[in-house]
């Protein structure tokens, strides 16, 4: 039986509101404003939004898009309407099985060589992965449920390759694992750390990539719990006889090189992973659970392997050859057995040359050196080297060691590198790092100075001026103004059809909205305008700036918080609801249309 009963205000607002965009699209006289929603029919409204999003994601063009809205949907309405985010969850799982099938995270525009797929591949980072991120977070038993799915996929995939028998891979595991390690990564970095240990505990008992990076991240947040599941870890590794000379490897990366990690192949080749800043020792490391590390490691190296195995007595030559120095220091009792094996290897086979390791692995575990003892260094390798290449990877090393010093003379090295390219990328990058620098010491003279005289791009220097207006926003309001204008103007100065024009104007915005709100709109509509050009800009973009110094790769980053259209269209919602919606309406692509609705959404929920 039907009634007729008046339509939900929310209703009418929603409707309303539609009716605005419609007319201000075609050119016509904007409705009036529709009167603001009473606070208790706010939540309802802000539901409304996001279930009209994510129903919206269900045809979006982009396959990988899909399921992160619906999950992304699911999250803010988790705690206004946990049956229709439970829902959503679902959806996007499917979803994300079908993205990850096609690999869509992999086979994008750039279309990236083999090396970098199967990276992705092992990493463990796909859409699944993203889905389970969010649910882990709300709910560990709902990303259970769908782990054991995972693990079902592995046991099938493990029955059916019985008869074909892999060889050991610290960095080849299961689909299960590395996900679940990485979703705990994810829960620390998010703040959950008992979370994150629960959740990650069922795979925690092995040696590989995997394991031992987790810890060493977890050991930051918690040393006493990681040290206690890398001791047992140890003990693990201590009883299984397939332990071997790589598993030493792994385990001296949680003890001396947090997030480097580096194994070694038959051939004489290594793999290995590093993380953002260069390995240090951890703080505090207990002595006794060092000393238990030697222990195990040289009880697993003094194995005796059959002559006649020569991959296994190159790959524990090489570790040996690495791991000496540290045996040296810590265990000199050990490390004189440990340098009779490596003269008995050397002697019954064949030469091998550590000169063929990239440059760096054996100097990870070394202290690093001070400025002087940088320069002397280079000095000694200079006179050794043969061609201009060579010695241009010698001072580009040299002066990436004196900039991690703060050293100024890091310029003057890398002015003597003969390739122009490679010597203007690398000032380029100094200038830019000791900007950094000057901003986290606060020292804001100095680094608008740098600024004006550095060798930047556009791109680089507009996030600096907008760095540095961050910085003086409480005690010089004024020239925090002036430095944002200084930083449009940059950013006009780019050429077009680059995510990069959009990204910098969100963080000029986000600067402006607590200050000059006014201004903070007027950006915000050359925002709107830049995402429309460009297909590319998701309105979660990070600008990265890598830089190759001799095996390594140092990469700045221009993004995060300060930079997140999320963040100012939250604050613009509290501003004024009316307009943040109807912006948000404008964005012709649907990532950075969904990224502003659901942030809407969370800002309206926030009050509650």
């Not at 992965?129 to 990303?143: H, I, Q, W, Y």
């Amino acid at each position: 039986m039907m009634t007729n009963q008046p339509p939900a205000p929310w209703f009418v607002f929603v409707l309303s509101l539609l009716l605005v965009v419609n007319s201000s699209t075609l050119g016509q006289r904007a409705a009036p404003k529709p009167t603001p929603l009473p606070d208790d029919q706010l939540p309802a409204f802000a539901t409304s939004l996001v279930i009209s999003i994510a129903t919206e994601a269900r045809s979006f063009s982009d396959l990988a898009l899909r399921p992160r809205v619906m999950a992304q949907a699911a999250d803010v309405l988790w705690d206004v309407d946990n049956v229709t985010a439970r829902s959503l969850f679902k959806r996007a799982w499917d979803e994300a099985e079908k993205g990850d099938k096609e690999e869509v995270t992999i086979n994008t525009k750039d279309k990236p060589p083999a090396m970098v797929t199967a990276m992705r591949r092992m990493s463990g980072r796909d859409l699944r992965f993203e889905v389970l991120n969010m649910m882990a977070k709300r709910d560990l038993a709902l990303s259970e449920e769908y782990f054991a799915k995972l693990q079902s996929q592995h046991e099938s995939e493990k029955e059916s390759s019985k008869n074909s028998p892999q060889p050991k891979d610290d960095w080849l595991v299961p689909e299960a694992v590395s996900k679940r390690l990485q979703v705990a990564s994810s829960l620390l970095k998010n703040g959950q750390t008992d979370k994150a240990i629960e959740f990650a505990a069922p795979v925690l008992n092995e040696v590989n990539s995997h394991t031992i990076n987790f810890l060493s991240e977890l050991r930051y947040k918690n040393p006493e719990a990681a040290d206690r599941m890398y001791a047992r870890l140890l003990g693990r590794a201590e009883a299984d006889a397939q332990s071997d000379a790589n598993t030493v490897s792994g385990l001296s990366s949680y003890v001396f090189t947090p997030g480097f990690y580096v194994t070694f192949e038959p051939g004489g080749g290594a793999r290995w992973s590093q993380g953002d800043e260069a390995p240090k020792p951890p703080e505090n490391f207990p002595p006794a659970l060092r000393d238990k590390f030697f222990q195990v490691g040289a009880g697993i190296l003094l194995r005796p392997l059959p002559q006649s195995d020569s991959e296994a007595r190159n790959i524990k030559w090489s570790a040996i050859k690495r791991m000496l120095p540290l045996f040296d220091r810590y265990a000199p009792d050990t490390a004189a057995a440990l340098r009779a094996q490596l003269i008995e290897m050397s002697s019954s086979g064949p030469s091998r040359d550590m000169g063929q390791r990239p440059f760096g692995l054996t100097e990870e575990i070394r202290p690093a050196p001070s400025a002087d003892g940088a320069l002397e260094q280079m000095q000694n390798r200079i006179d050794r080297a043969r061609t201009p290449r060579e010695r241009d990877s010698i001072y580009a090393f040299t002066a990436a060691a004196l900039l991690d010093n703060g050293d100024e003379r890091a310029r003057d090295i890398a002015g003597k590198i003969e390739n122009l390219e490679r010597r203007n990328q690398l000032l380029q990058h100094i200038d830019f790092e000791f900007i950094q620098l000057a901003i986290k010491k606060k020292q804001a003279t100095k680094a608008i100075r740098l600024i004006q005289g550095g060798r930047l791009s556009n791109t680089q220097r507009a996030a600096a001026y907008i760095d540095v207006a961050q910085l003086l926003r409480e005690t010089d309001r004024q020239r925090s103004l002036e430095l944002l204008e200084d930083a449009v103007q940059e950013v006009n100065r780019i050429e077009r059809d680059k995510p990069d024009r959009a990204v910098l104007l969100v963080g000029i915005a986000n600067q402006l909205i607590g200050v000059d709100r006014v201004r903070a709109w007027e950006i915000i509509g050359e925002v709107v305008k830049e995402a429309n050009r460009f297909d590319g800009y998701t309105g979660e973009n990070t600008l990265t700036f890598p830089l190759m110094t001799g095996n390594s790769i140092t990469t700045i980053s221009i993004g995060g918080e300060n930079f997140s259209v999320a963040k100012i269209f939250r604050a613009l919602a509290k501003d004024d609801l009316y307009r943040a919606v109807d912006a948000a309406k404008s964005f012709k692509y649907d990532a950075p249309r969904a990224v502003v609705t659901l942030a809407i959404a969370t800002s309206i929920l926030e009050k509650k």
